[in-house]
């Protein structure tokens, strides 16, 4: 080859060899400025979904703060009980229900619940039992469920019943884990506890709530007609009242509610029963906690959010909030 030739071929190679490190540079630059305009991208999403939460708190309290001015009796008559409540905010739109958080089973109350005799159940063990046996949930499956979750939200590691299980039984699992042994933060945990397959959590998770506090108090006035198991559930059976007593006694629930506990224990079906002292005090007609459940959407976007409020005094006070995005966020708010 001549030596011009091979000049030539030197200056192709260095033309060729410049155009690599040229692509090279503009590719790492490319993916630099992408990975930039991802973060810039996730920050504004970050703050939309922190301005968007905040929006709901602010709505939400609003609604509460509201209904209590009025009146410290909470019924299904007021506004916080509305159907799929809507926000307008900038670009988009908030959406959703708040459900009240004392017209639910507080699974929480099964953590104070000590054996005083021995031939009686602590209340709140026996009530559940009676509830997830309405529900078709099998007697015997029913006593585990509901032993599990007391050795799941007591503070020791022993079990109270045979039926109950402590750690060695979650750490025996093909995925172990160990109890709580604390209360439940959100009932989603009971899908966790010994006995809750996934048809049954489906099946009793709208009836129940994970309050943070052991206390159990059900609002008479907000447990709605599809729900009366849960009122069938507060008394002994031997009272022999049905589902469908308090089914008629719920539809038959003055508009506004009754305005106290003796109102609501003067009605035929209960008036001269031996209801007990520790069952009555579980009755109310008005409520501290309450979930809205919802969506923001924005920006083609649609976030779940899940807020819990605690109101004392009337005003509203957000204790509370998680966000995810559709398919991720579950809890005892969706469908109640």
């Known amino acids: 080859m001549s030596a011009p030739h091979k000049q030539q071929g030197i200056a192709l190679i260095t033309v060729l060899m410049i155009l690599a490190i040229m692509v090279t540079v503009a590719s790492t630059m490319t993916g630099r400025m992408t990975s930039s305009l991802l973060r810039t991208e996730g920050v504004n999403y970050s703050d939309k979904i922190y301005?968007?939460?905040q929006a709901t708190v602010e709505f939400s309290r609003m609604i509460l703060e509201d209904d209590f001015e009025d009146s410290d009796i909470v019924s299904l008559n007021q506004t916080w009980a509305t159907p799929d409540l809507v926000f307008p905010?900038?670009?988009?739109q908030?959406?959703?229900?708040?459900?009240d958080f004392r017209s639910c089973f507080n699974v929480n109350a099964l953590a104070t619940q000590e054996d005083d005799d021995e031939d009686d159940e602590p209340l709140a063990v026996s009530q559940l039992k009676r509830l997830l046996e309405e529900l078709d949930v099998e007697e015997g499956t029913a006593d585990t469920i509901v032993e599990s979750a007391r050795d799941w939200v007591d503070s020791d590691d022993s079990?109270?019943?045979?039926?109950?299980?402590?750690d060695r039984y979650y750490e025996s699992l093909q995925v172990p884990h160990l109890t709580a042994n604390n209360?439940?933060?959100d009932i989603s945990e009971l899908r966790s506890v010994q006995g809750v397959t996934a048809e049954i959590y489906e099946n009793i998770k709208d009836y129940l709530c994970a309050l943070p506090t052991s206390e159990q108090l059900i609002n008479v006035n907000t447990v709605r007609q599809d729900k009366a198991a849960l009122l069938y559930s507060l008394f002994s059976e031997d009272l022999d009242f049905s589902v469908e007593d308090f089914e008629e006694l719920i539809d038959d629930r003055p508009t506004s509610g009754w305005e106290s506990v003796e109102e609501f224990l003067?009605?035929?079906?209960l008036d001269g029963e031996s209801i007990s002292d520790e069952e009555q005090a579980q009755l109310s007609v008005?409520?501290?906690y309450f979930q809205f459940y919802g969506a923001a959407e924005f920006d083609q976007r649609v976030i779940v959010l899940k807020l819990l409020f605690n109101i004392e005094s009337e005003e509203a006070t957000e204790i509370r909030f998680q966000y995810a995005g559709i398919d991720e966020l579950?809890?005892?708010g969706e469908a109640q």
């Open 266 to 269: 003067s009605e035929d079906l």
């Open 159 to 166: 079990a109270d019943e045979s039926e109950g299980a402590e």
């Open 51 to 53: 301005w968007y939460g």
């Open 330 to 332: 579950v809890g005892a």
């Open 89 to 92: 905010v900038d670009e988009g």
């Open 94 to 99: 908030i959406t959703g229900n708040m459900v």
């Open 286 to 288: 008005t409520s501290d």
């Open 183 to 185: 209360l439940m933060v």
